[in-house]
């Protein structure tokens, strides 16, 4: 990594990590990626002209596994460093540009803002639960809705960052046998695991579809189904490959009621078991505690339940389409996009 020089320049700073961690996992960095690809798209901007400030180290050396495959600018950060802490902000204050943004689950310091909003022209936070958030010119709290709301904060599932490449489910590509298994970056709790041992309960022969990360775990590569193993390059496709989506409640929730997948929803952490709980009430997914005594037999019957009900189906897709839609992501890519647009006028005043 280059050593840190005053003010350097950039136009969008993205501040997020991704780790072996509860709570932090990937989907704060990909969902970062999100927003850097789209606005580069959008306003024709070259890979090194967005800086991503990431952790690198120990539990973080995740961020570079994933970044190494992308061709952004980046700086390491100590993993040591806590969250919006003096040496934090001494860090980004040695950077300016037209947009900064924050991703992570936290509590932003009033502090934290006061001393980096020079350099900065615009700046937005996702998912933060303090007040604060309203000294943002955009707050975004799709996941994390407990929070007080303010002019410029938008909270709600509809406020969705994701992937909104469309990927066509067909003949060719689909399979009813496919199982998509997916628990974030880091299944602390190795419910994956547990769930291949339920399935094995099945009466059919499934192809699993299985994050590559899960191919170096002994307990888990013997079973009666096929498993086969995903790269982080094919998630989507492997997602609308599939019939059922067995998955936590992050990200990868909406990335499957995005696409229209019959879903089984096991939460890893509160506010996932929050969400999961809300929208379980619209009846667009099946909820199960993961600690719930009775978690096999409930699997074991949802599975058999909806595999190949196409009533059921088609009556979720029009419910999973007022929760979270193309048009919908569209529109929040777009007011990243507007105020990115602002600081461009700005400048050539």
């Known amino acids: ?3 840190y020089n005053n003010f350097l320049k950039f136009s969008i700073v993205f501040r997020c990590d991704a780790a072996e961690l509860p709570e932090i996992g990937s989907g704060h960095l990909y969902r970062s990626l999100v927003i850097a690809y789209f606005l580069k798209e959008k306003f024709r901007l070259k890979s090194k002209e967005i800086l991503f400030l990431v952790k690198t180290k120990k539990k973080f050396k995740k961020c570079l596994e994933i970044l190494k495959h992308h061709k952004f600018t980046i700086k390491s950060v100590d ?20 947009l900064l943004i924050i991703d992570r689950l936290g509590n932003v310091k009033k502090e934290f803002i006061d001393n980096i909003h020079k350099n900065y022209e615009k700046k937005i936070i996702i998912d933060d639960s303090s007040n604060h958030r309203k000294m943002f010119d955009l707050s975004l709290n799709p996941l994390i809705q407990n929070v007080r709301k303010f002019d410029g ?11 909104n490449k469309i990927v066509k489910k067909n003949k060719k590509n689909f399979n009813y046998k496919n199982i998509f298994i997916f628990f974030g970056g880091f299944d602390s709790k190795k419910i994956a695991i547990k769930i291949l041992k339920v399935l094995e309960n099945i009466n059919l022969k499934l192809i699993i579809n299985l994050p590559f990360s899960y191919k170096s775990k002994k307990n888990i590569l013997k079973s009666k189904h096929k498993i086969n193993y995903f790269n982080p390059e094919n998630y989507l496709n492997k997602l609308v490959e599939s019939n059922i989506a067995i998955i936590a409640g992050g990200l990868s ?5 995005l696409n229209k997948k019959k879903i089984i929803c096991i939460p890893q952490y509160k ?14 997914i099946n909820y199960i505690n ?15 339940k909806i595999y190949k009900n196409k009533k059921y189906e088609k009556k979720i897709e029009k419910i999973q389409e007022r929760i979270i839609s193309h048009k919908k992501v569209k529109h929040n890519l777009n007011l990243i996009s507007n105020l990115y ?7 050539k005043l």
């Open 1 to 3: 990594m280059k050593k």
């Open 79 to 98: 993993h040591k460093i806590k969250d919006y802490s003096k040496l934090e902000t001494k860090i980004i204050g040695k950077f300016c540009a037209n």
């Open 153 to 163: 904060c938008k909270v709600g599932f509809k406020y969705q960052i994701l992937n």
């Open 253 to 257: 929730l909406f990335d499957a009621i």
């Open 271 to 284: 506010h996932q078991e929050i969400n999961a709980k809300i929208i379980s009430k619209t009846n667009a």
């Open 290 to 304: 993961f600690n719930d005594e009775k978690f096999t037999v409930k699997l074991i019957n949802i599975f058999n």
């Open 341 to 347: 647009k602002k600081t461009i006028k700005k400048d």
